[in-house]
């Protein structure tokens, strides 16, 4: 069974920083694809960041490329995702995404794995 777990998130104000963490366990296949999403009140969950495992990709949205950094642990089967520069409009339920595959998509639709999401708060 696959999980995914997500910890880190908080309230800060704008300017400052949060590294949010995500530990997946089950996926038995030789690479796979993490991500985070994210989803503020009435707007649909959109796609921050991802990569494979394997290394060879990492995609940005581009409301969040040279603030957000996506890194992992492989030791600890961990993705990192630490935010600086944080905006209010960065408010939002984070999600932590898995999916079983050799390809990469920073759509919600590509992602089978999710975990219960962390509240990010950016006071103005």
């Known amino acids: 069974q696959v999980q995914v777990v997500e910890s880190g998130g908080g309230l800060v104000h704008a300017g400052g920083s949060l590294r949010l963490s995500c530990t997946v366990s089950g996926l038995t296949f030789d690479d796979y694809a993490m991500g985070w999403f994210r989803q503020a009140p009435g707007k649909e969950r959109e796609g921050v960041s991802c990569l494979k495992w394997s290394g060879d990709s990492t995609y940005y949205a581009d409301s969040v490329k040279g603030r957000f950094t996506l890194s992992r642990d492989n030791a600890k089967n961990t993705l990192y995702l630490q935010m600086n520069n944080l905006k209010p409009e960065d408010t939002a339920v984070y999600y932590c995404?898995?999916?079983?595959?050799?390809?990469?998509?920073?759509?919600?639709?590509?992602?089978?794995?999710w975990g219960q999401g962390t509240q990010v708060t950016v006071a103005s």
């Open positions: 995404a898995a999916e079983s595959s050799t390809y990469l998509l920073l759509t919600p639709e590509f992602f089978s794995y």
